[in-house]
């Protein structure tokens, strides 16, 4: 979907990094090696959308981090662009409505970091129907083209070892 609207393969990778979690923030040579390009065409593509107001520079010792700029007016459609691109606007409205009761929806590691690894991992905070969360598990998988992996924690737990389960890159969508 992103590839017809966006020219740049190398422009994808920085709005779905930077886009699909706003708290991450990354510099040059961080986004060079994730992405397995040389530092100049990352460079060029972080100018041209910080220089759009686009993204936020911002100065920490010699490095320059970059971050989405929520306050941009057009944050909110990139925003829902990029979720929709990954699936997780599919996944989240599955979760919560066939689901019930849950209290909270986490995406953990890669994607909270804003990386596509193609593994979407969630930590689900209630007690949701295991037999119909597996069955739509695999509906919503070949829609996305991603693979889906599941942990379940009763709120009681969560709340006991919230530290643990949040100490790995988190991303609450609900």
Known sequence: MLTELFTSKTRIQVLVKLFLNPGVSSYLRELASEFK???ATIKDELDRLAGAGYLQREQSGRSVFFRANTRH???PE???IVRKHLGIDRVVEQVMTALA???AVYI???YAEG???GIIDLLIVGDPKRGLLEGTRAGVEAKINRKIRI???SPGEFAAKRDVF???PNWKIV
């Open 78 to 80: 990139i925003h829902s």
């Open 115 to 117: 990386r596509d690894s």
């Open 37 to 39: 390009v040389a530092p």
């Open 73 to 75: 007016p057009f944050f």
């Open 108 to 110: 953990l590691d890669d």
């Open 101 to 103: 009761p849950i209290e």
């Open 166 to 168: 949040l100490g790995r």
């Open 151 to 153: 942990m379940i924690v």
